[in-house]
């Protein structure tokens, strides 16, 4: 593996969806860049640390270090130990802030057009060969159907699909789905009315493909139909 890669944005300030960021040396500092203060890639947002993350490489591997960021970072959604370096492959996801910034690492440059499965969510498309989360245009493509959804919608659904047939409790889903709300304590946390309304939405652009059970009073399971290729 050569010293020629690049991180793909999916959501950070200031770049535009699609831009490359270019990994040209053996170790760069990803946070937020003020007045004071610039690394190697920088985001405008409040959310993010002004030494979030780095990204290493040595002897052919790359890894991803959280320097304890107030907000973490995730790597296909898994929490990074501050501190601790973890290997990094072609087409992880990385993120900061609760997703604010969305980044997917490749290994290689893009010398032509690209298929939006660079950004496809690493690990819901472990769980499954039978479908891909498209973060960029927040979609679900399962056997050739895509199913759309709005912003929360998608957040909701992607972190459900990453512990299919896995319990996930509702303080889970506010702390993904609504981080704004988990980190401000003058801003009411959502409330049961507001997860059953999104859940209602995604069941119903789903059905029958997904199912979605409420564990009374505690969160949900989601099950993807072993017999969804009757539906196609």
Known sequence: MSLNSCLVVVRGFPYDEGSTLQIQRNSVI???KDA???????????????????ISYENGNYT????????GTEVNGIKLT???????RSSDVITFAKGMICLTFSTRMWEETMDFSPVTHAS?????????????RQLLVLQDLNYSFSDKEYKCLELLLR???????KEEIIRYVWPERYEEDEI??????????????????????ISIENIRG???ILTLSRFAEKYV
């Open 124 to 136: 819901a498309a472990s769980a499954s060969d039978d479908y891909q989360l498209d973060p960029v």
């Open 64 to 71: 991803v270090m959280d320097f304890d960021s107030k907000h």
């Open 30 to 32: 990803l946070g937020r």
């Open 163 to 169: 512990k299919e047939r896995q319990f996930v409790g």
């Open 82 to 88: 501050p501190f601790v370096p973890s290997a990094l």
């Open 188 to 209: 009411p946390a959502a409330s049961s009315e507001e997860i059953n309304s999104l859940l209602y939405r995604i069941r119903k652009k789903t059905h029958p493909v």
């Open 36 to 54: 004071e203060w610039e690394p190697d890639i920088g985001f405008e947002n409040v959310y993010v640390s002004r030494k979030q993350a780095s």
């Open 218 to 220: 505690k969160g949900y």
